[in-house]
DNA sequence: CTGAAAGCGCTTACAG
DNA sequence: CTGAAAGCGCTTACAG
């Protein structure tokens, strides 16, 4: 019944003959030690099996080096790679994740963040729960650790002088882009497709589809903006009012993926021909966008990339916390072009001719 | 330029003019402090906006709350999910979690844990990367750190003393129950289609295919296995080499939901109708099998409760770490009916009447 | 019911 | 190049 004695840096100078402080800077890699004395020490950890009490030094030093991520839904791919990403750059850098999820419910993202704050951590990275506020957030976590927010903007009920940075998605640009390349290859009929008004991303990718008809000359109307819940099934079943508009569409700019994959069964359908005789763009690139039939041509958020450029965000901000100005950083999405928009769809005018090439 | 000094315990105690040690019972909870004292100290805790350091207690009582969480690829939704489950479970138990993940690669597996040992976590929960080895875990985590193994077991070269417990999936009799599904709504050429045997849950899984036929008295042929690379692509590419046999197959069980997935998008394309002429089930139940056309029978998993449920399973081996012998969870797979096996398919002679009802 | 003191495992000036 | 001492913010016997 050995108790399981941790192992010391007590211990290992003692072994050594030499004293507890030079142990702790071979650990810390001096170059004040002696080449033979470190060798001995180093040696002397591996026979014992030493392991290296984080949570003393950080008592100490005052400094952690974990860093909290919390996150509205795990279970979602895209987050899933988002965290992905930042467990990556942190790892590699030598910070820990403290991992927490609120699964969006702005009660358990206030306990999760709580209990987070008791380790210390240098800085926060949050995709918050929809709704979510400002102040909320200050309450639990104060002013002094730096947070960067991902995703969604917080509610900013009043002015208050809590600063963190923001890094988002280029909604609207990414849409006008889509609309735009629609425009490019001769579609006049457009209709933003699926989602509901009130979420604020399908908002800021209304405005971009607006953005892009109206720079070129084409009036917008209400109901060419269709809504659906943002699923395949809703999707799916309203595909015929875009066929009933005046005049028919021949393009549909999408909330997202589920509700282009929708559409297209929903168009098959009714006898037509995604990617031949209509064209449908995508938002998010999921898995099933490149094996789609036909593959679908959407726009690419690389939440991966996202995710390793939301921990250097942090980090730096960690790093130099007198630059005090907040900074928001929107990506750009990419368009990715597959055959749900190729080959080219020919102008409406032409619609019957077989496309080119 | 005041200096961020945090507010500790002191402060507090000061505030109110008791000792340190009273307030330290307050945040306890102890009921040798007066109820006057109590109220006097947290409302004094709320105004300073104290924030209790957990690794100062950690240190000083020698039990962490953090439990580690190593994950061999958090960008498969299955093991997204899993996490999400881990999370659940150890946030509402008062634990933190720490996030690593090691992206199947065994190098940077051992980097993690040995990383995540610095913060003295009361146990492991690992998904391991592919091919890791007993020894390899053991000789990072040491002897004493409870750990629990989830999906995968861990290669054993050589007898070791080493005990951990682990939670899997019963590939095997889920498989079973899904052939004997099968021949229990009238088939008899039933093939098991796609995945590699090289892949151990491949082989675990045509063994439950090849328990279900011998004990319907039906001889395997090696030719109705049918390998294919685990993806939708090569699934719907190779379908017809299950019409090409002698006699054709009428069903086929499938590795996995995608190789599922493909293989009906290859039949419709060679003129049969999967869930009328051809029964089809799949493996992992992925958010897609609900919506394919037809939706996919298939056997679900449910990795959010697999990860409540390894967190449940380490926990109680962390409060009882003498129970020393080790524990295997197997968990039953579900079979999720849906039209890709119904209508019931008639028996192979009546393959061209109507379903039935 | 409350306080003084010791100690968890480190790091860091400060001497030598 | 190495050692003795103080201290990070807690908790826990032990007195009173």
């Given at each position: 019944?050995?108790?399981p004695?941790?192992?010391t840096l007590?211990d290992?100078?003692r072994?050594?003959?030499?004293?507890?402080?030079?142990?702790?800077?071979v650990?810390r890699?001096?170059p004040?030690?002696?080449?033979n004395?470190?060798?001995?020490?180093?040696?002397?950890?591996?026979?014992?099996?030493?392991?290296?009490?984080?949570a003393?030094a950080t008592?100490?030093?005052?400094?952690?080096?974990?860093?909290a991520?919390?996150?509205n839904?795990l279970?979602?791919?895209?987050?899933?790679?988002?965290?992905?990403?930042v467990?990556?750059?942190?790892?590699?850098k030598?910070?820990v994740?403290?991992?927490?999820?609120?699964?969006?419910?702005r009660?358990k993202?206030?306990?999760v963040?709580?209990?987070l704050?008791?380790?210390?951590p240098?800085g926060?990275?949050l995709s918050p729960?929809?709704?979510s506020?400002?102040?909320?957030?200050?309450?639990?976590?104060?002013k002094?650790?730096p947070?960067?927010?991902?995703?969604?903007?917080l509610?900013e009920?009043?002015p208050?002088g809590?600063?963190?940075?923001?890094l988002g998605?280029?909604?609207?640009?990414?849409v006008r882009a889509?609309?735009e390349?629609?425009?490019?290859i001769?579609h006049?009929?457009?209709a933003?497709?699926?989602?509901?008004?009130d979420s604020?991303s399908c908002?800021?990718?209304?405005?971009?589809y607006?953005?892009?008809?109206?720079?070129s000359g084409?009036?917008?109307?209400?109901?060419?903006?269709?809504?659906?819940?943002?699923?395949?099934?809703?999707?799916?079943?309203?595909?015929d009012?875009?066929l009933?508009?005046?005049?028919?569409a021949?393009?549909?700019v999408c909330y997202?993926?589920?509700?282009?994959l929708?559409?297209?069964?929903?168009?098959?359908q009714?006898?037509?021909?995604?990617?031949?005789?209509f064209?449908?763009?995508?938002?998010?690139?999921?898995p099933?966008?490149?094996?789609?039939?036909?593959?679908?041509?959407t726009?690419?958020?690389d939440?991966?990339?996202?995710g390793r450029?939301?921990?250097e965000?942090?980090?730096?901000?960690?790093?130099?916390p007198?630059?005090?100005e907040?900074?928001?950083v929107?990506?750009?999405v990419?368009?990715?072009?597959?055959e749900?928009?190729s080959?080219?769809?020919?102008a409406p005018a032409?619609?019957?001719?077989s496309?080119?090439g």
């Amino acid at each position: 019944m050995n108790r399981p004695h941790r192992i010391t840096l007590n211990d290992i100078a003692r072994a050594c003959g030499v004293s507890r402080s030079t142990v702790s800077l071979v650990l810390r890699g001096s170059p004040l030690v002696h080449a033979n004395t470190r060798q001995q020490v180093e040696a002397e950890m591996r026979r014992q099996g030493y392991v290296y009490n984080r949570a003393a030094a950080t008592l100490r030093q005052r400094v952690s080096t974990a860093v909290a991520l919390v996150i509205n839904d795990l279970s979602n791919p895209f987050f899933a790679d988002f965290a992905a990403g930042v467990d990556e750059v942190l790892g590699a850098k030598g910070y820990v994740t403290l991992l927490g999820s609120s699964n969006e419910s702005r009660t358990k993202q206030r306990q999760v963040l709580g209990s987070l704050m008791e380790h210390n951590p240098v800085g926060i990275i949050l995709s918050p729960a929809e709704t979510s506020s400002v102040d909320e957030i200050e309450l639990v976590i104060g002013k002094e650790t730096p947070l960067l927010v991902f995703n969604r903007q917080l509610v900013e009920t009043q002015p208050s002088g809590f600063s963190y940075d923001f890094l988002g998605l280029g909604n609207r640009a990414g849409v006008r882009a889509a609309t735009e390349y629609l425009l490019s290859i001769g579609h006049r009929h457009i209709a933003f497709y699926g989602g509901h008004a009130d979420s604020s991303s399908c908002r800021e990718r209304r405005a971009g589809y607006q953005d892009a008809l109206r720079a070129s000359g084409i009036e917008v109307k209400a109901e060419w903006l269709i809504e659906t819940t943002p699923t395949r099934l809703d999707a799916r079943a309203q595909a015929d009012a875009l066929l009933a508009l005046e005049p028919a569409a021949t393009a549909a700019v999408c909330y997202n993926d589920a509700v282009a994959l929708g559409l297209m069964l929903g168009l098959t359908q009714l006898g037509r021909h995604p990617g031949n005789d209509f064209a449908v763009i995508g938002f998010d690139d999921i898995p099933e966008a490149a094996v789609g039939i036909p593959p679908l041509s959407t726009m690419n958020a690389d939440p991966r990339a996202r995710g390793r450029q939301a921990a250097e965000l942090l980090l730096q901000r960690v790093s130099d916390p007198l630059q005090m100005e907040r900074r928001s950083v929107i990506v750009d999405v990419q368009l990715i072009e597959r055959e749900s928009t190729s080959p080219l769809v020919a102008a409406p005018a032409e619609m019957a001719a077989s496309p080119p090439g």
